[in-house]
Nanobody
Framework: QVQLVESGGGLVQAGGSLRLSCAASGRTFSNYVMGWFRQAPGKEREFVAA????????WYGDSVKGRFTISRDNAKNTVYLQMNSLKAEETAVYYCAANKGSGRNYYIVADKRAYDYWGQGTQVTVSS
């Protein structure tokens, strides 16, 4: 069992930056994949980024590549999402998720159905 709690959301102007945190508790393993997804009103939940708990591999959605950075601090059991150059259309609820499976390719980590645990989400609002 894993519990995930997101924080760091808020209101930011377009072009600004925000850093989200996901604090994990319970059993965490080095082979877990931690992911970030976002969901805007009326839209499907969208893959943003993922990282292995070891930090050895990362994956990004095409729309955020080069602007967002996912990282982790194993000592704090925390995953971060650094978001730079934010756009108004990226306003959404951002969710942290954990995948305990062994698959380690883009099509697995980018699929919301592959994740076993989810946080409650944190609202990010980007004003234009």
């Amino acid at each position: 069992q894993v519990q995930l709690v997101e924080s760091g959301g808020g209101l930011v102007q377009a072009g600004g930056s925000l850093r989200l945190s996901c604090a994990a508790s319970g059993r965490t393993f080095s082979n877990y994949v931690m992911g970030w997804f976002r969901q805007a009103p009326g839209k499907e939940r969208e893959f943003v980024a993922a990282i292995t708990w070891s930090g050895g591999s990362t994956w990004y959605g095409d729309s955020v590549k080069g602007r967002f950075t996912i990282s982790r601090d194993n000592a704090k059991n925390t995953v971060y999402l650094q978001m730079n150059s934010l756009k108004a259309e990226e306003t959404a609820v951002y969710y942290c998720a954990a995948n305990k499976g062994s698959g380690r390719n883009y099509y697995i980590v980018a699929d919301k159905r592959a994740y076993d645990y989810w946080g409650q989400g944190t609202q990010v609002t980007v004003s234009s």
